[in-house]
Antibody
Framework: EVQLLESGGGLVQPGTSLRLSCSAS????????MNWVRQAPGKGLEWVSK????????NYADSVEGRFTISRDNSKNMVHLEMNSLRAEDTAVYYC????????????WGQGTLVTVSS | DIQMTQSPSTLSASIGDRVTVTCRAS??????LAWYQQKPGKAPNLLIY???SLKSGVPSRFSGSRSGTEFTLTISSLQPDDFATYYC?????????FGQGTKVEIK
């Protein structure tokens, strides 16, 4: 069974940093690109970042480019999101997710971790 | 970015009604479209993937279809547990994009 478990969320002040982690199990982690998606309170879903299977290629939403860094450790089946210079508008639940486009075609999500940026 | 235009934004319906939600993509996404149900405080719950594939365990009253760049989620007979917000998502492009959401309310 595919499982994605996010951790690392919390309450932080504007301008500070936070590192989110996602622990993956139940699938061939090192063959799938991984994504972070967020949802601000009462708002819709926003794609944040993607890292390819090998960890070389990364992409970011314009709203986080230059502030957030995605990385992965295929030896530990983990993906991380380093968030710097946090702003109030980064307050959201952050989800780890991937799509199995080369296999079943399905999409898998974790349960999310809440990040609150407030003074 | 691929734009996903979802309609309606709100839908009032009664138990037993047939309900339809539509998403239109701004360009071809082939069939890489998913539908989610979300309830307050919970993660999105996958219902349909690859436009029309029903996720295992999801009731058969949910179905998805595609006509070109227009995608439809249908609930054949609305049940009390179905009152929620529904989102579409394209995953054809690496920059995933989502519809704005449809809130299904009790009429």
């Amino acid at each position: 069974e595919v499982q994605l478990l996010e951790s690392g969320g919390g309450l932080v002040q504007p301008g500070t940093s936070l590192r989110l982690s996602c622990s993956a199990s139940g699938f061939a982690f090192n063959t799938h690109a991984m994504n972070w998606v967020r949802q601000a309170p009462g708002k819709g879903l926003e794609w944040v970042s993607k890292i390819d299977a090998g960890g070389v290629g990364t992409n970011y939403a314009d709203s986080v480019e230059g502030r957030f860094t995605i990385s992965r450790d295929n030896s530990k089946n983990m993906v991380h999101l380093e968030m710097n210079s946090l702003r109030a508008e980064d307050t959201a639940v952050y989800y780890c997710a991937f799509s199995a486009v080369s296999g079943s075609g399905s999409v898998y999500w974790g349960q999310g971790t809440l990040v609150t940026v407030s003074s | 970015d691929i734009q996903m235009t979802q309609s309606p934004s709100t839908l009032s319906a009664s138990i037993g009604d047939r309900v339809t939600v539509t998403c239109r993509a701004s360009q071809s996404i082939n069939s890489w479209l998913a539908w989610y149900q979300q309830k307050p405080g919970k993660a999105p719950n996958l219902l349909i993937y690859k436009a029309s594939s029903l996720k295992s365990g999801v009731p058969s009253r949910f179905s998805g279809s595609r006509s070109g760049t227009e995608f439809t989620l249908t609930i054949s007979s609305l049940q009390p547990d179905d009152f929620a917000t529904y989102y579409c998502q394209q995953y054809n492009d690496y920059r995933w994009t989502f519809g704005q959401g449809t809130k299904v309310e009790i009429k």
